[in-house]
């Protein structure tokens, strides 16, 4: 088990944030095959600026004891239609490939799930790419129980 610390991540964390989403977005694009994407760091950095001070949407940050980023997870809450539940996003997770399996993700996800509830979301929902398969996300979400609707959709209730 881990001993990071997990907290919802303010202005002060935007760059180690545009780190990691970079990172991220590039081991997607690996996965799609397109190894030679290069992210826009400064539009990551405006867009998380942005979304950081939105009530609906939170981005839970993972650090070592010292500090260093280890990973994140960002989470929003979907704007409710007539006869549906309320419900959450799970737009990104990520943990640096050093720390995985150390059960990072899976406090990320609890985290998130916490964040739901307190918007009294009554599911969250992960998509994944339907042009390729992340085998290594796709196990993590079946191991915690999420269940698939429509191929691309993993849910859990809350």
């Known amino acids: 088990m881990s001993n990071a610390v997990f907290s919802r991540a303010g202005e002060s964390d935007i760059r180690d944030l545009v780190v990691l989403t970079s990172e991220y977005l590039q081991e997607v694009a690996r996965a799609a095959g397109r190894g030679g994407f290069v992210p826009d760091r400064e539009r990551i950095g405006d867009e998380l600026a942005e979304f950081l001070d939105m009530p609906d949407y939170a981005v839970i940050l993972a650090r070592s004891p010292k500090g260093h980023p280890l990973g994140f997870a960002t989470v929003f809450q979907m704007p409710v239609q007539i006869r549906e539940e309320p419900f959450a996003i799970l737009e990104r997770l990520y943990v640096r490939p050093d720390y995985r399996r150390r059960g990072i993700a899976h406090q990320l996800l609890e985290d998130?799930?916490?964040?739901a509830r307190s918007r009294?979301?009554?599911r969250l929902q992960a998509?994944?790419?339907a042009f390729f398969v992340l085998d290594?996300?796709?196990?993590f979400?079946?191991?915690?129980r999420f269940y698939e609707t429509g191929g691309r959709k993993h849910k859990?209730?809350?």
């Not at 998130?112 to 964040?115: D, H, L, P, Q």
């Not at 290594?136 to 196990?139: F, G, I, Q, S, V």
């Not at 979400?141 to 915690?144: H, I, Q, S, T």
């Open 112 to 115: 998130a799930k916490r964040f």
């Open 127 to 129: 998509t994944l790419s």
């Open 120 to 122: 009294k979301c009554r």
């Open 136 to 139: 290594d996300a796709l196990a």
């Open 156 to 158: 859990i209730a809350l």
């Open 141 to 144: 979400f079946n191991a915690e």
